[in-house]
């Protein structure tokens, strides 16, 4: 994965932008020793690093705002940080960037039950956000798998989703307003505690800009009350065509369960063998979730065990109490772990019209063999974002670099079927180059004139989203 | 002109040498623009519906009518309730898909799934230099790059020409039920609407309504689902209402009444303004704002939707209803009428420069519907 040469001009003025910065930011909000910068050489895409010009953690929208106001005078790339739990590079810097961290930034500003909102800074962490609500018995919906550690400003960055989207939606359909700092350092806010844009819907263009447009500072969230209760129902096939076609005549019986996941025989064994959450060996296995009272999720359950049932299922297993349903979750929330004890691997995140996934899945077999990597499959299926997880070996020269032409064809067929490149983690670098593949020219120069118009200079996390032979002569202007 | 293809809607807009005034179906005129008219209406048709995704693709052209009838067949809906504007803004002729995106017209239960925005998965359309331009796709879940289906949604045409829009449907529901309380104050009743909404019992609807269909206070909360489970939460709700008043429970299609699917239908076209001389104001706020700020507007009649967060207000002819709002967290868009205002809330300084700077790239000549949203 190529990188931009960083900028000489701005590596050698090294000395006067961290002064600069020190000026309005206290000491230890400026992070330029080389040693200390290592810690936020890569996010949770590890095979790539590269340690910052520096760092900083400002404490306020009045910081940022005066962080990116020096970076902007200066034309000084700057790269926005969340938690840096991106698994796509979002967060990756260049030698010549400086990383701008939102950690320190965690507080809650209001909530608001009646109006059904929480406003907080956005280096507050997913969860802690369902933690600041959740005694009067609401949550924030969007929970992707890293909620203990991500944070909100990556959340909309990435347009993050989670399990339970099929449900609740993701980041965008959960986000009610923002305050963002653009590249000049003006402040704006956008949205608020009302629903929808009074002009053009620029909340909606925010989110999931992936850093490129503004930084996000502080955001107004939607919240939910809880629902009264939620139990899963496993069951198993022996074949992905069956459990296909299960996840269709669910959602066509007029069912809409909170979660659909599903996993394949690869991904079962790794959790068996790691979590022991007794599941069937077995090719295809579903794990659909509903919510409402006792009563509501038994009947809705009955009418999903009828469905599943009338597809011969290897395993049919409804949760009768909290400690059964724990246990189906549990190899389903240790499957990322579980694929990492075996051996490195990269996870890819297409999405795919959910008619096509027995071919798909199909398709993927039979590459895993040309290429002679073994895949495992976990996925959201309600929506059709898949999970391939490939694994490879990083220390065996040249494995990383067939992994990724194998990721790359996996992600080239979720596009041609009807799909997309990326369902939640969105492009970073590491789908950067295969933009071409789902977007002709013209559509790709139409979102990088948003940018134009965002950020002039291109100078916010500029080296990301776009193949860099697209961005060249902006990113060089 | 009335383009057959995406194709000769390019050309015409690339070749255009002043202003085009774009419509769909002609249901919604909404703000004031000038210029050649151009219409999108003969480019129609279900392009791929696919039940099992809960995504269907249509030409902007495409009746609402038409897609409603086909998800019908497979017992689906547009679920974010599409409004209907022809009765309030006396218009005829058949509302169009690309209309209902354009202006991101939702209903009564974008409070619990959301808007119209929320639902639109995909775009094609022509920018002011007559480019063809893709956007999203017709998958549920899709980050890559930015997105200008949002952007384009509710955009009213100013930045593209709609051509097709993929969209995400949901089932149809088993039953529906109502929960009502009459002769609420329009206080009593938002606090009434917040705690509905705040339960875990899933609302679908929240709606007072000073001025029902007897002309008498009314509100108005929906549940939606299998029969069994609509049972429940009423019984759940009416417990919970007991605070506010008298409770009247609803399950299912009765003759009359609000419960039933004509009485949503009349909070979601705002009936109770038809016919009735005024300008027609529509607010967003938040919902604990809204008795409050209603009250000072002066206003002939109001009807609350949302849980309270949008407010309809008819206002004398001619009256800037901004002046009298102040400023609000939320917006106003004058819907029908000769106020002497801008039909879209002016924004701020900086929002605007954004604004202004993404016109000048999508519609470079200005020539989309100029003038019509500043």
């Known amino acids: 994965m190529e990188m931009p040469a960083p900028n000489a001009s701005v590596l050698s003025r090294k000395d006067q932008i961290v002064e600069r910065l020190c000026g309005v930011l206290p000491r230890d909000a400026v992070i330029s020793d080389i040693a200390e910068t290592r810690a936020y050489e890569c996010d949770a895409l590890t095979a790539y690093k590269c340690p910052p010009l520096c760092a900083v953690l400002p404490a306020n929208t009045d910081e940022v705002s005066a962080v990116l106001k020096i970076c902007h005078d200066m034309g000084v790339p700057v790269v926005p940080r969340g938690s840096g739990t991106s698994l796509a590079g979002g967060a990756l810097p260049t030698a010549d960037s400086v990383i701008l961290g939102v950690a320190k930034m965690n507080g809650v500003i209001e909530t608001k039950y009646d109006d059904r909102y929480i406003k907080v800074q956005t280096g507050r962490t997913n969860l802690s956000v369902t933690g600041a609500v959740e005694n009067n018995g609401f949550f924030y919906a969007p929970d992707p798998s890293s909620q203990l550690a991500c944070a909100i400003a990556g959340n909309i960055a990435m347009n993050s989703g989670g399990a339970h989207c099929l449900k609740y939606g993701v980041t965008t359909n959960n986000l009610m307003g923002v305050t963002m700092v653009m590249m000049d350092g003006t402040v704006v806010e956008i949205g608020g505690a009302h629903l929808d844009a009074g002009g053009l819907d620029l909340l909606g263009l925010i989110c999931g800009s992936e850093g490129q447009l503004g930084v996000v500072t502080e955001a107004t969230l939607r919240i939910l009350h809880k629902p009264e209760g939620a139990r899963p129902v496993l069951m198993g096939y022996d074949n992905s065509e069956t459990a296909g076609q299960v996840v269709t005549d669910i959602i066509r019986a007029g069912v809409l369960p909170v979660a659909i996941e599903f996993m394949d025989r690869p991904c079962i064994e790794a959790t068996e063998a790691f979590a022991k959450a007794g599941y069937p060996m077995c090719e295809a296995l579903l794990i659909v979730e509903v919510e409402g009272s006792d009563d509501e999720i038994d009947y809705q359950l009955d009418l999903i065990m009828k469905i599943a049932a009338g597809h011969n299922p290897v395993e049919l297993r409804q949760a009768k109490d909290a400690d059964e349903a724990g246990r189906i979750w549990l190899g389903r929330k240790s499957a990322f772990g579980a694929m990492g004890q075996i051996n490195d691997y990269m996870c890819l995140d297409g999405t795919i019209p959910v008619s096509s996934l027995p071919f798909v899945l199909k398709r993927i077999g039979e590459m895993s063999k040309e290429f002679g990597l073994d895949v495992g499959n976990v996925f959201h299926a309600g929506d059709g974002n898949m999970h391939p997880l490939i694994l490879f070996d990083a220390n065996k020269p040249g494995d990383l670099e067939l992994c990724e032409e194998f990721g790359a064809e996996i992600l080239k067929l979720c596009v041609e079927v009807g799909g997309c490149l990326t369902g939640e983690h969105g492009v970073g670098i590491e789908k950067r180059d295969l933009m071409n593949v789902q977007f002709d020219p013209q559509d790709l120069e139409a979102q990088m004139a948003i940018k134009d118009v965002f950020d002039p200079a291109w100078l916010l996390n500029a080296a990301k989203v776009f193949p860099l032979e697209t961005s060249q002569s902006r990113r060089a202007a | ?283 967003s706020t938040k919902p604990s704002a809204a008795a409050a700020l209603a009250a000072q507007l002066g206003a002939t009649a109001v009807q609350y939707d949302w849980g309270g967060g949008l ?27 000769k106020a002497d205002a801008p039909t879209f809330h002016p924004e701020p300084a900086p929002l605007a420069a954004i604004t202004a700077g993404l016109r000048a790239k999508f519609d470079p000549r200005g020539i989309l519907n100029p003038g019509l949203m500043n």
């Open chain 2, 1 to 283: 002109m009335t383009p057959q293809s995406e194709a000769e809607l390019a050309e015409i807009i690339a070749g255009a040498n002043g202003p085009l005034h774009i419509t769909g179906g002609g249901t919604r005129p909404i703000g004031h623009t000038n210029g050649a008219a151009l219409s999108t209406s003969k480019m129609s048709g279900i392009t791929l519906y696919e039940p099992g995704a809960l995504t269907i693709v249509a030409k902007a052209g495409t009746p609402v009518a038409m897609i409603e009838a086909e998800l019908a067949k497979e017992n689906q809906r547009l679920a974010f309730e599409p409004m209907d504007h022809r009765s309030l803004l006396g218009t005829k002729g058949d509302p169009t898909i690309g209309g209902v995106v354009a202006t991101n017209t939702s209903g009564p239960r974008r409070i619990a799934v959301g808007a119209c925005r929320d639902f639109a998965l995909g775009v094609r359309f022509v920018d002011g230099a007559g480019t063809i331009i893709r956007n999203g796709g017709r998958v549920m879940k899709n980050v890559t790059g930015y997105d200008l289906v949002k952007l384009l949604c509710g955009s009213y045409g100013t930045l593209g020409v709609l051509t097709e829009v993929s969209l995400k449907v949901l089932p149809n529901v088993e039953t529906t039920g109502c929960v009502l309380l009459y002769g609420l104050d329009d206080a009593t009743a938002i606090r009434a609407l917040s705690a509905a909404l705040g339960s875990p019992f899933e609302i679908t609807g929240a709606a007072h309504l000073p001025n029902g269909m007897d002309g008498e206070p009314v509100t108005m909360i929906r549940i939606e689902g299998f029969e069994k489970s609509v049972t429940y939460r009423a019984g759940k709700l009416r417990d919970l209402m007991k605070p506010f008043g008298e409770v009247t429970l609803q399950i299912g299609e009765t003759d009359d009444g609000y419960g039933t699917e004509k009485g949503w239908t009349w909070v979601r076209d705002v009936t109770c303004f038809v016919d009735q001389p005024g300008d027609v104001w529509r607010i």
């Open chain 2, 311 to 337: 407010i309809w207000a008819l206002m004398p002819e001619g009256t800037d209803l901004r002046a009298r709002l102040g400023t609000i967290d939320g917006h106003a868009t004058l819907i029908r009428g």
